[in-house]
């Protein structure tokens, strides 16, 4: 879609189709026709079409950023019932620091994604542009400057939420460790970007021996993929690391079918490391940012690693498998440890690491995890705003206790049945060396990453978590520095 911006009075526009959102019941409001509400019954919640002009408008609770988001959403599913090929909309201002125009083009961005790469008869999209009246919804006087940024910042963190699902939906056999680092190579045609991918000799080499033993049965290689997008004078060095289980069949502990299928899914943390490198890009943001992936089939065979099996970690620490389908956090445990090598100011790893996180979130929410119980109060702040779901959950030694080995340093799994999205988090964190412990977090994005009932504005497949919330997070560090 295109967005315009145009000097007028919304009534002075000539468009196909009209949106207006009616904000918490405001019935007397100048845009609204009350008397016509009245004979459709509309009173301020949900959402009509008046088929005379192509009227929509859309109930939101407030302003607030995700009741936007939500609206246009809403209004953009009705627009897709008509032939319109454009739409006019007025201008919302909202408290926070971005224009709420940032929030309207999210939801019609994210709410106009489909996924139909493999259906013969793709659906034909008709609207192609919004346009934007300056005129306001509280009269206050826009300045054009921050209108444009604000369509801008959102067209960015939606196309690369965007970007993320497309990866996360494709199918494991044309979604592959080496289409992984295809599409990473791509990605390095972005500004300020580049790319290096890293193959089984190079893991050899760096003694990753915890994340080869994942990879073992697997008919194909794995990748290890490492973008950096480096600006001028960067203020801040982030790294984001991501799992990229292309499959997850649970290996020798082989999962019940029913929950092998969706592993497709087990990409989603890779999936947001590209999307947020994508998105740090089109945004121009001020830091060096890296994203590393360990791109990766778990998978059955005679040469597979077993339960019972000791692994050795690129750090050297040594590791009692006692359960194949816990392989996430031996790769990440790997890429962790060469991610430190570059000197992080701040470390993020992005995983669909446990279905324990699920149990205990629901499938909205992320998991904020970590050991520094500041950054992580602080990401979940801020996250508030992105319209990403998550919560905090933090440690304590008796559930770090729990994944003590009798043979090795640590176990892969916990010998407690509960709290297991906090033991797979106190796992990875023996292979955070002392200096970054402080700046390392760990987001369990199992739930939101893959929707099988529809929710809000996300479709079923892929919502591209971890996206939104970390490029907000980058957004409003670059403030602040
Ligand atoms: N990829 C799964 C986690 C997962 C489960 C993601 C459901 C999304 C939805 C992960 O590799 C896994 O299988 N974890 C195990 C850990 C257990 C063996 C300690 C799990 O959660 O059951
Ligand atoms: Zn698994
Ligand atoms: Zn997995």
């Given at each position: ?24 019941k405001d019935l007397e409001h100048k845009w609204i026709d009350k ?55 007025g201008c919302y201002l909202g408290k926070c620091k971005f224009l ?78 080496l289409t992984m680092a295809d599409e990473a190579l791509k990605l ?294």
């Open positions: 879609m295109r967005y315009e911006i145009l000097e007028k009075d919304l009534q002075n526009i000539k468009s196909d189709a009209s949106v207006t959102f009616v904000i918490g008397k016509l509400f009245e004979n459709l019954k509309f009173d301020g919640e949900d959402a009509v079409l008046i088929s005379d002009g192509l009227q929509i408008f859309v109930g939101c609770k407030s302003i607030e950023d995700e009741e936007l988001r939500l609206g246009a959403a809403k209004a953009y599913s009705l627009l897709k019932t008509t032939k319109a090929k454009s739409v006019k909309i709420s125009m940032k929030a309207i083009v999210e939801g019609f961005e994210l709410g106009s994604y489909e996924y139909d790469r493999y259906k013969t008869q793709k659906s034909t999209k008709t609207l192609e542009l919004v346009q934007i009246s300056t005129e306001s919804y509280d009269e206050k006087q826009i300045e054009l400057k921050d209108l444009q940024e604000a369509i801008d910042t959102g067209l960015a963190m939606a196309t690369s939420t965007n970007y993320a699902k497309d990866i996360v939906n494709t199918p494991p056999q044309d979604f592959t460790p390095a045609e972005a500004k300020n970007v580049t790319c290096e991918v890293y193959d089984e000799k190079f893991l050899e080499k760096e003694k990753m021996g915890s994340f080869l033993a994942v990879n073992r049965a697997s008919a194909l290689p794995p990748r290890l993929i490492h973008l950096t997008y480096k600006p001028e004078n960067p203020k801040k060095r982030i790294i984001f690391v991501g799992k990229g289980l292309t499959y997850d069949s649970g290996g020798l502990s082989l999962k019940p079918s029913t929950s092998m299928v969706t592993m497709k899914a087990d990409k989603s943390g890779a999936a947001a490391v590209l999307g947020i490198i994508k998105g740090v890009s089109e945004l121009n943001l001020p830091f060096e940012v890296h994203g590393i992936i360990g791109a990766t089939e778990n998978m059955i065979g005679g040469n597979a690693y077993k339960p019972d099996d000791v692994l050795t970690a690129r750090n050297k620490k040594t590791i009692e498998v006692r359960n194949t389908d816990a392989e996430g956090r031996l790769v990440l445990c790997d890429c962790l440890d060469y991610a430190q090598d570059f000197k992080p100011d701040l470390l993020i790893d992005m995983a669909t690491l446990t279905g324990a996180c699920v149990v205990a979130l629901g499938e909205f929410t992320n998991g904020i995890l970590g050991l520094n119980e500041e950054l992580q109060q602080e990401f979940f702040q801020v996250s508030k705003k992105s319209g990403e779901l998550t919560t905090p959950l933090y440690t304590n030694r008796y559930l770090e206790a729990t994944i003590k080995s009798e043979i090795a340093d640590v176990c892969n799994i916990s010998n407690s049945r509960y709290g297991g999205a906090i033991t797979a988090g106190a796992f990875l964190s023996h292979f955070i060396r002392d200096e970054y412990k402080d700046k390392w977090l760990h987001l369990d994005i199992a739930g939101p990453a893959f929707v099988e009932r529809v929710w809000g504005y996300n479709q079923f497949g892929a919502s591209g978590a971890g996206v939104r919330m970390n490029l907000n997070y980058l957004l409003q560090l670059a403030k602040a520095v």
